[in-house]
């Protein structure tokens, strides 16, 4: 029963709506990425490179061999072209989450100093700030008294 009462404590609290929002949300980023991979940046790309097709380009060990009774040995390949588009999705990938982050670390600083008005300023940001404000002015009276 622990356990049951421990997912139920984690679905109602909003983790596990948070995570399927986080991978639907990364899921469909993934295609918009791979999209502009494959449809925006490889085609000029392509076209600087004389048609080159990065995505079928491969180092082949072996070549498939058929044989007489009908076998067949499958072509053995390093294919550094789906290397080199994964390392690309991977790159706009990551350069689009620092971004993002930046920006959301940047707006999240914003709000939480309480000296800058144009962003409201959480209220448990405010209180401490107040708190802290009033232990200097205490700290300030006390010196003055012993001095």
Request: zero cysteines; aromatic letters at 8%; proline letters at 3%.
């Amino acid at each position: 029963m622990g356990l049951l009462k421990e997912f139920k404590e984690f679905a109602v609290k909003g983790n596990m709506i948070d995570m399927a929002v986080g991978i639907i949300i990364g899921t469909a980023f993934n295609n918009v990425v791979q999209t502009m991979v494959k449809k925006v940046i490889l085609p000029p790309l392509s076209f600087l490179t004389d048609g080159v097709n990065y995505e079928d380009k491969k180092y082949v060990l072996r070549e498939a061999i058929e044989g007489g009774t009908g076998d067949k040995a499958k072509e053995i390949a390093i294919h550094y072209g789906e290397l080199f588009n994964v390392t690309l999705d991977f790159l706009v990938i990551g350069f689009t989450v620092f971004i993002v982050v930046k920006l959301m670390n940047r707006l999240r600083n914003n709000a939480e100093d309480p000296k800058n008005k144009k962003v409201v300023t959480p209220k448990d940001i405010e209180l401490l700030n107040d708190l802290k404000e009033l232990m200097q002015e205490q700290n300030e009276w006390l010196k003055s008294k012993q001095g």
